[in-house]
C-alpha cells in the first residue's frame, strides 16, 4: 500500500466565511489512510466573526502563524515566507495548496522555496474589483502574476471566475487553471426544523411571528453592500408594513449599517440576528435571500438558500450567475440598481414556484456537496504527482 499523500493547506485566517469552511471540511475529509493533512493559518482581526470553532469540533488543531493573518507587509511577509519554509522543509509535504490572497502570496513562494511537488492555490473570488485603490490592485495583480508562474496549477471555483482571471487580468494562461466548484457539508439544511424551534428563534431575537422574512447573510463588510438591501428596504417598507427584514452576520461595517437603519426610519422594521453556528435556523426563517455584493466568488449563502429551498434575489456579480444557472434558480439583478432589487424582491414574493426550488435543492446538492469536491481533489492531487512523477 502506497503511503499517504501529505497535504500542507494553507489560508491566512478562519474568519466566517466560504473559505474557511471549504478549507475546515477538506482538513477532515482528506485524511488517513489516503491523505495525511495539515492546516496552517494566522490569526483573526477583533472584528470578524471567528471559525475557529468548527475545526475544534471536527478535532482539527491548525498550526498558527500569527503574521499570516494580517495585511501585506514586506518585511512581516519575509518574515511569514521564513516560517513557512522551514515547516515545509520539517514536514516534507507532496502538496502545497493555498487558499486567499494573502496565503497564496507567501505559501507558494515557501513552497518554491521548499522544492515542493505540487503546488496549487484556489481563487474563491479575486480583490482586484471594488477593494483596493487603483495603485494596489496594481501591485496585488503583480504578485498573483508573479506566485502564478510558481504554481503547478489554478483553481477556480467557478467558470465566470476562471475567464476574468484569464482574459481580464491576465493572471497566466488558460492551461494553467482547473474550474473545482465549492464543497460544502449541504445535506443538513435540506431538512427543515420544527416551527416550534424556527418560533424560538424568532422571539430570542425579537423577530415578528406575523410578518415575512426578508435578510441578508455574510460578513458585514464594504463589499458586500448592505448599504444597497438598506436602501431597498427602505423602499419597501413605506408600501409594505408586513415585511420584516434581517442581516444575518457581523464584521467591521455593523455599527455604521446600524445607524444607518436608525436614519432611514427602519429600526422597527429591521433585526441585526448576529451569527449562527447552525445557519439552517436563520435561513428556514427567510421568505427571500438576498445577496447584493459587488464583487463575489461563490456566494455560499445563495448555495445554502438553494439547499433550504428558500427563493433568492441576487446582484449578477462574479459566479453568482453560474450558481443560480443565469437565472434559472433565481433572480439576477444588476450591481448597485436598488429600484430593479426592490421590483424583484416584491415579484419574488408574489410568485413562489415550488417545483422550481425543488430543481434548484438538487441541482446545488449535485454540484457543491463536500462529497464531489473530495473526489475532485483526490484525483487532481494523484494526477499532479503522477505528472511529477511522485507516484
Not at 120 to 136: A, D, E, I
Request: hydrophobic share 40%.
Amino acid at each position: 500500500m502506497p503511503p499517504p499523500i501529505k497535504i500542507m493547506r494553507i489560508i491566512a485566517r478562519l474568519n466566517v466565511g466560504g473559505p474557511a469552511l471549504h478549507v475546515t471540511l477538506l482538513t477532515e475529509k482528506l485524511s488517513l489512510p489516503d491523505f495525511e493533512t495539515q492546516l496552517v493559518c494566522g490569526q483573526i482581526a477583533p472584528t470578524e466573526g471567528d471559525m475557529s470553532y468548527l475545526a475544534a469540533e471536527k478535532g482539527i488543531a491548525p498550526i498558527i502563524i500569527p503574521e499570516l493573518g494580517r495585511s501585506i507587509s514586506p518585511l512581516r511577509d519575509i518574515k511569514t515566507i521564513f516560517k513557512l519554509y522551514r515547516l515545509m522543509r520539517h514536514h516534507c509535504p507532496d502538496v502545497v495548496h493555498t487558499h486567499t490572497a494573502k496565503a497564496g502570496f507567501v505559501g507558494r513562494i515557501a513552497a518554491w522555496l521548499a522544492r515542493v511537488p505540487v503546488r496549487l492555490h484556489t481563487f474563491h473570488g479575486h480583490v482586484f474589483h471594488g477593494y483596493f485603490s487603483p495603485l494596489k490592485t496594481k501591485v496585488f495583480l503583480w504578485l498573483e502574476r508573479f506566485t502564478a508562474r510558481l504554481s503547478t496549477r489554478i483553481i477556480t471555483i467557478s467558470p465566470k471566475l476562471k475567464d476574468e482571471l484569464v482574459n481580464t487580468y491576465h493572471i497566466g494562461p488558460a492551461k494553467n487553471f482547473i474550474v473545482v466548484p465549492l464543497g460544502l457539508d449541504l445535506y443538513p439544511l435540506a431538512t427543515k426544523p420544527s416551527a416550534a424551534t424556527l418560533s424560538q428563534i424568532r422571539q430570542e431575537r425579537g423577530i415578528p411571528n406575523d410578518k415575512k422574512l426578508v435578510g441578508i447573510v455574510g460578513r458585514l463588510t464594504a463589499i458586500k453592500n448592505h448599504e444597497l438591501f438598506l436602501e431597498a428596504a427602505q423602499k419597501i417598507a413605506s408600501q409594505h408594513d408586513d415585511l420584516h427584514f434581517v442581516i444575518i452576520g457581523d464584521g467591521e461595517e455593523r455599527p455604521y449599517l446600524e445607524q444607518s437603519v436608525k436614519n432611514r426610519g427602519l429600526s422597527d422594521s429591521f433585526t441585526f440576528a448576529g451569527w449562527f453556528q447552525d445557519i439552517g435556523l436563520m435561513l428556514h426563517q427567510l421568505d427571500v435571500l438576498v445577496n447584493t455584493s459587488d464583487n463575489e466568488g461563490t456566494p455560499v449563502s445563495v448555495i445554502e438558500a438553494m439547499v433550504a429551498k428558500i427563493p433568492v434575489v441576487a446582484t449578477a456579480v462574479g459566479g453568482t450567475p453560474d450558481v443560480l444557472n443565469n437565472g434559472e434558480f433565481g433572480r439576477l439583478v444588476p450591481p448597485r440598481d436598488a429600484n430593479q432589487l426592490v421590483q424583484a424582491i416584491l415579484e419574488t414574493l408574489e410568485n413562489v414556484d415550488p417545483e422550481m426550488l425543488t430543481q434548484a435543492q438538487t441541482a446545488a446538492l449535485n454540484r457543491y456537496d463536500i462529497s464531489r469536491l473530495v473526489d475532485d481533489l483526490s484525483t487532481l492531487y494523484h494526477d499532479l504527482l503522477v505528472e511529477k512523477g511522485k507516484r
